[in-house]
């Protein structure tokens, strides 16, 4: 990969919500005054507020509208993907910067996160993922390691 960093309004979007902490069923960002909160999917959801991204198959405009943060700390097995499915067009392809990730942790499709233009110490870009994490303590981005690509179920297109 050549050197794009902040090149997708998706990625630029999800930069600014790194150091969020975590917060089951948050769904805001961190301020200059205040840490805000938020969970995987309320980083999703929070992304695509900020940015008016539309959901494709939904009566509602904004994925923001669809957004009910009552869920359980676990997800059932299929309940995000098909949340994913509903809102979002399936990628079969490689992810790519600005594209959503699920990944299984806990035998559970239960946590996404956006990929982003990770920069590596050689001054190039990688694949990396931004991703709200409860071990992190909060939105961090990394490269998109093996243990990560081992756990991907799945690549959604906003």
Not at 58 to 63: E, G
Request: overall charge neutral; aromatic content about 10%; proline content about 6%.
């Amino acid at each position: 990969m050549s050197k794009t960093w902040d090149s997708n309004p998706v990625v630029r979007e999800a930069r600014t919500w790194i150091g969020t902490r975590f917060l089951h069923q948050g769904r805001s960002k961190k301020t200059s005054d205040q840490p805000g909160g938020c969970d995987c999917l309320g980083l999703v959801i929070g992304v695509c507020k900020s940015l008016g991204i539309q959901s494709l198959y939904a009566p509602h405009p904004f994925l923001c509208e669809l957004d009910n943060p009552n869920y359980g700390f676990i997800h059932s097995q299929d309940q995000l993907s098909q949340v994913l499915d509903l809102h979002l067009l399936k990628h079969d392809g490689k992810p790519y910067p600005g594209a959503i990730g699920l990944f299984a942790m806990a035998n559970y499709n239960q946590h996404v996160g956006i990929f982003s233009d990770y920069p590596s110490p050689e001054n190039v870009s990688e694949l990396g993922l931004i991703h709200c994490h409860i071990r992190a303590g909060g939105v961090v981005e990394h490269r998109y390691d093996e243990s990560w690509q081992s756990r991907c179920k799945g690549v959604y297109r906003l």
